[in-house]
Each structure stands twice: as structure tokens, then as C-alpha cells.
């Protein structure tokens, strides 16, 4: 008697692979950094920024919509896991750091303390 052979239920999302590094782009202005990374299909939801130590770390998944009423059986989607670390120097004031996400892009504003930023300095003549 031969078995009946059943498909393995595949969740990509549960997939435990490399995570993928998003393409990162760096400004610098007399006022800090700006760091725009792309995070394609990732949800606020889904999406973690955080700072451990010096270290800013960003991650997210990304979300595949499933009919509530369909189970997958089969997938072939490779569904990316986003992770990226950055060392912050010391010149960077990590407490003041502003995040935005829009259209899949993540906008970082990472300021300079105010120490490092330049400043103008009066000359008055004697």
C-alpha cells in the first residue's frame, strides 16, 4: 500500500535565513548624519530600530499579505529578512535620533552634539 504523500506547509515569513542588508545610503551636514535605507515591503509594524551601546541597529521583515481564508502549501517566495548595524561615533547625539519611514524608505536623522557642530565665532577689533 502505498502512502499518501502530503506538502509541507511552507511560511516563508518563518523562513530562518541570512538576513539581507538593505542598501544604505549616508549624508553628512554641519548638523549630523541622514541615513536612508531601503526597506522594500517592510511595515512600521514590522520594522525595529534600536541603539545597543554605540551600535544602531536596524531590522525588519517583510510582510506577505495571505488571504485570511487560504493556508499556503507550497511557497517559493523568498520572503527577505533586513538587518544592518552601524557604530555611531561619539560626536553623534544617539538620544536626539529622529526615524521616518515612507514609501519603503527608512530616514534616519542622527544629530551632532552640540560641541561638534560648527559655530561662528565673533572677531571684534580693538
Not at 502505498?2 to 545610503?25: C, G, I, M, N, Y
Not at 560626536?91 to 542622527?110: F, M, P, S, Y
Amino acid at each position: 500500500m502505498a502512502e499518501r504523500s502530503e506538502l509541507k506547509t511552507v511560511h516563508p515569513a518563518q523562513s530562518e535565513e541570512r538576513p539581507v542588508s538593505p542598501a544604505v545610503d549616508i549624508f553628512e551636514d554641519a548638523g549630523g548624519i541622514t541615513l536612508l535605507a531601503d526597506m522594500p515591503g517592510v511595515s512600521k509594524d514590522r520594522l525595529d530600530v534600536r541603539l545597543d551601546g554605540d551600535n544602531l541597529v536596524i531590522e525588519g521583515r517583510v510582510d506577505l499579505d495571505t488571504p485570511a481564508e487560504m493556508r499556503a502549501v507550497w511557497a517559493e517566495v523568498n520572503v527577505p529578512r533586513f538587518r544592518r548595524a552601524f557604530t555611531l561615533s561619539r560626536e553623534l547625539d544617539a538620544a536626539r535620533i529622529e526615524a521616518n519611514l515612507k514609501d519603503g524608505v527608512l530616514t534616519l536623522r542622527v544629530p551632532k552634539q552640540a560641541h561638534a557642530q560648527p559655530r561662528r565665532i565673533e572677531v571684534r577689533a580693538a
